[in-house]
C-alpha cells in the first residue's frame, strides 16, 4: 500500500484514495447518517456530532473571567487557567450542543491529512475550539482514515478530559464549561438537554403496562419515575380518579409506586387530561391537605363551605387565633361561635359555645378526639372556655336556689332579711318571695291572709333553734 512519502498524483494512486474515502463515507453514513452530509465527490464533508453521555453528567457554567477562587469549590486540575468564579448551580444533563466541522478532504487523503476549514460548537459552549482542532488533526495516521474516530472522540466527549474541562467537584467528577455570560448560557444547555431527550423519546417505542401493547413514544407519557404508559390508558385512569375524587391514586400506575403511595405532580397531570379536570384535581388536593391540618374550619356559609386555615403569625391567647377569613367569599368569622367576627376582645355568647364545651367535658380525659379538639382550638382557649361555662353554671344554680326573680322584668333579688312580700326595684311590681306570684299593689298582704293558699300565714319566715346561729353558753364551755 503507498504511504504519505510515496503517494503520487498518478490516476492509479488518486483512484485509490477516492475508493477508500467512497468506503469510509459509507460507513460514516451507514452508523452515522444524522451526523455527516456534504459532497465527498468534491472533498467537503460536514459533520454535526452532538455530545452523548452514557449516563447524566454533572455540569456547571463559570465565568472565564479572571476572579478570586471561590469558597465551596474544590481546587481545580493543574493546568486549568486562573480559577474562576461559580456563576451556576449544578446541572444533570445528558447531552450537550453538537460541534460542527467542515472538513475538505484532499484527493490524496487518507494518505494526506484532512484539513479542517472550520469547528465551532452549538451556541459557542465550547471556547476551546482551536486546542481542540489541534487535537483532532494529530490524530490523523498515513492511510488511515480519521472521520470515524473524530466523530467517536467527539461524541463520546473523551476529548473533555484532554481540554482539561473535567474536575472534581466536591467527590464527584464535573465538567466544567468557561463562558462569558454563564447566566445567559445555562437555560440554553437545559433547553437543549430537554429537547433531544423528548426527541429520542418520541422516536422510540414503549410497551405501556395497562393495555400490554408497543407505542410510539410520541403517544406515551414519560413519568419522573422513569415509568411509561401511553397517554390513553392514563387518560382514562386519572379522569376517572379525578372524577370520583380519588386523587391519591392519580399517580403511577406500577405496582412498585403504587404501593410506595407516589401521586402524579401537576406538570404531569396537566400533560393528560383536561384543564377542568385539572381545576378539579388541584382543588381537591388543596382541600385534602387542609383537612389534614386539625385547626382547618369549614366557612359556615352554605353556599360555599370552603376549608378556612388558622391565621399565621399570632400567639394563642390574643383573641386573633380565632378569627377566620374564606378566601372564597370572604366571609370573616369566629372559629368558635361560627359568627361574623366580634374582634379579639369580645367573648362569644354563650348560648354558642355551650354545645362545643359539653362536647370536649363529653369525651374522656387524655382522649385522641380531645388532642384533636386542642390542636384545632388551642388547649388555654378551651380551657377558658370550660372555665367560663363552669362559672356560669354554678351563678345559674346559685341564682336558682338563692333568689328569686321578678314575674314581669325578671330581674333576680336575694333577700337577706325581713317579710316575703318585695318590690322590684326596676319595674316596681309586687310579688311573693316565697312562690314568686305577682301581688296587688293596692293590698299585697291578702295573699298571705288568704286560707288555703301554700303561703298562708308566711309573711315571715322563722326559722328553728336548731338552724339559728347562736349556742347556749354551756353547750360553747362544753366544747371548749
Given at each position: 500500500?503507498?504511504?504519505?512519502s510515496?503517494?503520487?498524483d498518478?490516476?492509479?494512486d488518486l ?6 474515502q467512497g468506503?469510509e463515507?459509507?460507513v460514516?453514513?451507514s452508523i452515522?447518517?444524522d451526523?455527516?452530509s456534504?459532497d465527498?465527490?468534491?472533498?467537503l ?12 453528567k ?5 465565568s472565564?473571567?479572571?476572579?478570586a ?5 474544590s481546587?481545580?486540575?493543574a ?5 474562576s468564579?461559580?456563576a451556576?448551580p449544578?446541572?444533570?444533563l445528558?447531552?450537550?450542543p ?11 487523503y487518507?494518505?494526506?491529512?484532512p484539513i479542517?476549514?472550520s469547528l465551532h460548537a452549538?451556541?459557542?459552549w ?7 482542532q489541534?487535537?483532532?488533526?494529530e ?10 474516530s473524530?466523530?467517536?472522540?467527539i ?5 473533555l478530559?484532554?481540554?482539561?474541562m473535567?474536575?472534581?467537584?466536591k467527590g ?15 437555560p ?7 429537547s433531544t ?15 400490554l401493547t408497543s407505542?410510539?413514544?410520541a403517544?406515551?407519557i414519560?413519568l ?7 397517554r390513553?390508558c392514563?387518560?382514562d385512569?386519572?379522569g376517572l ?5 380519588d ?8 405496582p412498585?409506586?403504587?404501593k410506595?403511595g407516589?401521586e402524579a405532580?401537576?406538570?404531569?397531570i396537566?400533560?393528560?387530561v383536561?384543564?377542568e ?8 388536593r388543596?382541600?385534602?391537605?387542609l383537612?389534614?391540618d386539625?385547626?382547618i374550619?369549614?366557612?359556615p356559609?352554605?353556599f360555599?363551605?370552603?376549608?378556612v386555615p388558622?391565621p399565621t ?15 372564597d367569599?370572604?366571609?370573616s368569622f369566629c372559629?368558635?361561635c361560627?359568627?361574623?367576627?366580634h ?8 348560648s ?5 364545651v359539653?362536647?370536649y367535658?363529653a ?6 378526639e380531645r388532642e384533636v379538639?386542642e390542636?384545632?382550638?388551642?388547649r ?5 372556655l370550660?372555665?367560663?361555662y363552669e362559672?356560669e353554671?354554678?351563678?345559674?344554680q ?8 321578678c314575674p314581669?322584668?325578671?330581674?333576680h ?12 326595684a ?10 314568686g306570684?305577682?301581688l296587688?299593689?293596692?293590698n299585697p ?5 288568704t286560707?288555703?293558699?301554700?303561703c298562708?300565714?308566711?309573711?315571715f319566715d322563722f326559722q328553728s ?5 347562736w ?6 364551755e362544753?366544747e371548749?
Amino acid at each position: 500500500m503507498a504511504s504519505q512519502s510515496s503517494i503520487g498524483d498518478t490516476a492509479a494512486d488518486l483512484a485509490e484514495c477516492a475508493v477508500l474515502q467512497g468506503e469510509e463515507w459509507e460507513v460514516l453514513e451507514s452508523i452515522y447518517p444524522d451526523c455527516v452530509s456534504g459532497d465527498p465527490s468534491s472533498g467537503l464533508v460536514k459533520l454535526e456530532v452532538p455530545i452523548e453521555f452514557p449516563e447524566p453528567k454533572a455540569i456547571y457554567v463559570v465565568s472565564d473571567r479572571k476572579e478570586a477562587p471561590s469558597a465551596g469549590f474544590s481546587s481545580e486540575p493543574a493546568g486549568a487557567g486562573p480559577s474562576s468564579v461559580p456563576a451556576s448551580p449544578l446541572l444533570s444533563l445528558a447531552t450537550l450542543p453538537p460541534i460542527l466541522l467542515d472538513v475538505l478532504l484532499p484527493a490524496t487523503y487518507p494518505y494526506s491529512p484532512p484539513i479542517i476549514q472550520s469547528l465551532h460548537a452549538t451556541h459557542s459552549w465550547l471556547p476551546l475550539d482551536r486546542k481542540l482542532q489541534r487535537m483532532l488533526l494529530e490524530t490523523w495516521q498515513d492511510g488511515e482514515g480519521v472521520l470515524y474516530s473524530w466523530i467517536e472522540t467527539i461524541r463520546s466527549g473523551e476529548f473533555l478530559d484532554s481540554l482539561d474541562m473535567l474536575c472534581d467537584m466536591k467527590g464527584q467528577e464535573a465538567i466544567r464549561i468557561r463562558h462569558p455570560a454563564p447566566h445567559a448560557l445555562l437555560p440554553v444547555l437545559k433547553a437543549y438537554d430537554q429537547s433531544t431527550q423528548l426527541t429520542r423519546f418520541s422516536q422510540a417505542s414503549y410497551e405501556c403496562q395497562i393495555c400490554l401493547t408497543s407505542i410510539k413514544g410520541a403517544r406515551c407519557i414519560l413519568l419522573s419515575c422513569s415509568h411509561v404508559f401511553c397517554r390513553a390508558c392514563l387518560e382514562d385512569f386519572w379522569g376517572l380518579c379525578i372524577t370520583e375524587g380519588d386523587i391519591g391514586h392519580a399517580g403511577c400506575p406500577d405496582p412498585q409506586c403504587v404501593k410506595a403511595g407516589r401521586e402524579a405532580n401537576e406538570e404531569e397531570i396537566r400533560r393528560v387530561v383536561t384543564e377542568e379536570e385539572v381545576q378539579r384535581w388541584k382543588w381537591l388536593r388543596e382541600k385534602r391537605d387542609l383537612e389534614k391540618d386539625p385547626s382547618i374550619i369549614h366557612c359556615p356559609m352554605s353556599f360555599c363551605q370552603r376549608p378556612v386555615p388558622k391565621p399565621t403569625n399570632v400567639d394563642d391567647g390574643s383573641g386573633w387565633e380565632r378569627l377566620r377569613e374564606c378566601p372564597d367569599c370572604g366571609y370573616s368569622f369566629c372559629a368558635y361561635c361560627r359568627r361574623t367576627w366580634h374582634g379579639p376582645l369580645s367573648d362569644c355568647p354563650m348560648s354558642m359555645t355551650e354545645s362545643f364545651v359539653l362536647e370536649y367535658l363529653a369525651l374522656p380525659e387524655g382522649s385522641a378526639e380531645r388532642e384533636v379538639l386542642e390542636r384545632r382550638f388551642g388547649r388555654n382557649n378551651i380551657r377558658k372556655l370550660v372555665m367560663k361555662y363552669e362559672e356560669e353554671q354554678a351563678n345559674k344554680q346559685w341564682l336558682e336556689h338563692s333568689t328569686m326573680s321578678c314575674p314581669s322584668c325578671h330581674v333576680h333579688v336575694e333577700k337577706s332579711l325581713g317579710c316575703n312580700h318585695m318590690t322590684c326595684a326596676k319595674c316596681k311590681t309586687h310579688f311573693c318571695y316565697r312562690c314568686g306570684d305577682k301581688l296587688q299593689a293596692s293590698n299585697p298582704y291578702i295573699h298571705f291572709s288568704t286560707p288555703g293558699h301554700s303561703c298562708y300565714s308566711k309573711l315571715f319566715d322563722f326559722q328553728s333553734i336548731e338552724d339559728d346561729e347562736w349556742q347556749p353558753v354551756e353547750a360553747i364551755e362544753l366544747e371548749l
